[in-house]
């Protein structure tokens, strides 16, 4: 049987990758290792848990087991009970702005959590992972020397997250190297889509225009890359089956960066008259822009199968849906 573990499986993303790793075939079960974090406040009568709609039509095929990422005695058992075929690596503080800096957190998941699995992976005898799968973040680059950034572009973080996941990426291209386990890292960007709960911006302005309130933009002139999660999910899988691949840098974007107001006229196509108010831009986030997915087209020949808008139309549509839930 083969199986894929996915660190932080019950998350947004992760139970994409889920769902894209059972339906093409690619394994037979999913292990969702995941200590059932929350990122926004609970309490608030609005929070809406989309977890338990994450994995319709694939349950059978998921196993979850409750547990921390970043312990190793934890990690190790897991890789031991299951020896997945893959490992996609998601567990991690997925927000680079948060209430306080949560830098240890940080770190916590992206640095020691990768190491301890590929220094586990290495260890055991008769064990050979096919892929490693490291999620990086766009947040890496810092602030954009220019209007598109690509894999070979300089790294220069400005902010904890993008440190922490800069060196997740290091932690894994020097200890997966060392092993000999075949590694890649994704970097996605503003990601969006159905069952999103982290109050990124994208969900704002959807929550908000169905609210008929005021969606406040910080930044007229703010560009994002924004990725349907479909996208980035069939992408994931993609790349980590495919040899070329290994040991590779990914950017998995839309390709073309989108004003925050942008985003917000096509989302007017379905909820009309949103209503917005412009402010000055948040000057502790890096300045960005286009993450180029030439290297996924030339070397996977992955092309994204949604573009911009239809992402926008399902997301919303889910979303005008979602109240006969
Ligand atoms: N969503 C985006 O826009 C975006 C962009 C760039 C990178 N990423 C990265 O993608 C990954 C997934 O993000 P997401 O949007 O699905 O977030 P999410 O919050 O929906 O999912 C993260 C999941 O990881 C779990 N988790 C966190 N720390 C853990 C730990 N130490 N051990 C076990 N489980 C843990 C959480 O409980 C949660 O289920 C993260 O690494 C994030 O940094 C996301």
Redesign the pocket.
């Known amino acids: 049987m083969k199986t894929a573990l996915i660190?932080?499986?019950?998350?947004?993303?992760?139970s994409y990758i889920s769902k894209d790793l059972i339906n093409n075939k690619v394994v037979d079960k999913v292990i969702c290792?995941?200590?059932?974090?929350s990122?926004v406040d609970v309490t608030n009568p609005r929070y809406q848990d989309y977890r338990k709609f994450r994995f319709d039509g694939i349950m059978n095929k998921i196993i979850v087991e409750r547990?921390?990422?970043?312990f190793y005695g934890v990690v190790n058992s897991i890789i031991n009970k299951y020896k997945p075929n893959y490992i996609f690596h998601?567990?991690?503080?997925?927000l680079a702005k948060i209430d306080n800096l949560n830098v240890e957190e940080a770190f916590?998941?992206s640095v020691t959590?990768t190491s301890n699995i590929i220094e586990i992976c290495s260890s055991i005898k008769n064990y050979k992972l096919e892929r490693f799968i490291y999620?990086?973040?766009?947040m890496v680059y810092g602030n954009f020397q220019k209007n598109v950034v690509n894999e070979e572009t300089n790294c220069n973080p400005i902010e904890i997250y993008g440190t922490a996941?800069l060196s997740g990426e290091k932690a894994t291209q020097g200890l997966s190297n060392y092993y000999g386990i075949p590694w890649t890292i994704i970097r996605?960007?503003?990601?969006f889509g159905p069952t999103?709960?982290?109050n990124?911006v994208s969900q704002l302005i959807v929550d908000k225009a169905l609210r008929n309130e005021e969606i406040d933009i910080y930044g007229e002139e703010e560009k994002l890359d924004f990725t349907y999660v479909k996208n980035l999910s069939l992408g994931f899988v993609k790349t980590a089956t495919h040899k070329n691949g290994i040991n590779q840098i990914f950017n998995i974007t839309n390709g073309k960066a989108h004003t925050i107001l942008e985003f917000i006229k096509e989302v007017e196509k379905y909820i009309p008259e949103i209503k917005y108010k412009i402010h000055e831009r948040d000057k502790s986030r890096p300045v960005r822009g286009t993450l180029s997915n030439k290297k996924i087209k030339d070397h996977i020949n992955f092309k994204p199968p949604y573009t911009f808008e239809q992402g926008i139309k399902e997301y919303v549509e889910y979303k005008l849906n979602e109240k006969k839930l």
């Open positions: 660190t932080g499986g019950l998350g947004f993303v992760g290792l995941d200590n059932f974090a990122y547990g921390d990422a970043k998601l567990a991690s503080l997925p916590e998941s959590a999620t990086s973040s766009s996941k996605p960007s503003a990601v999103d709960m982290n990124r």
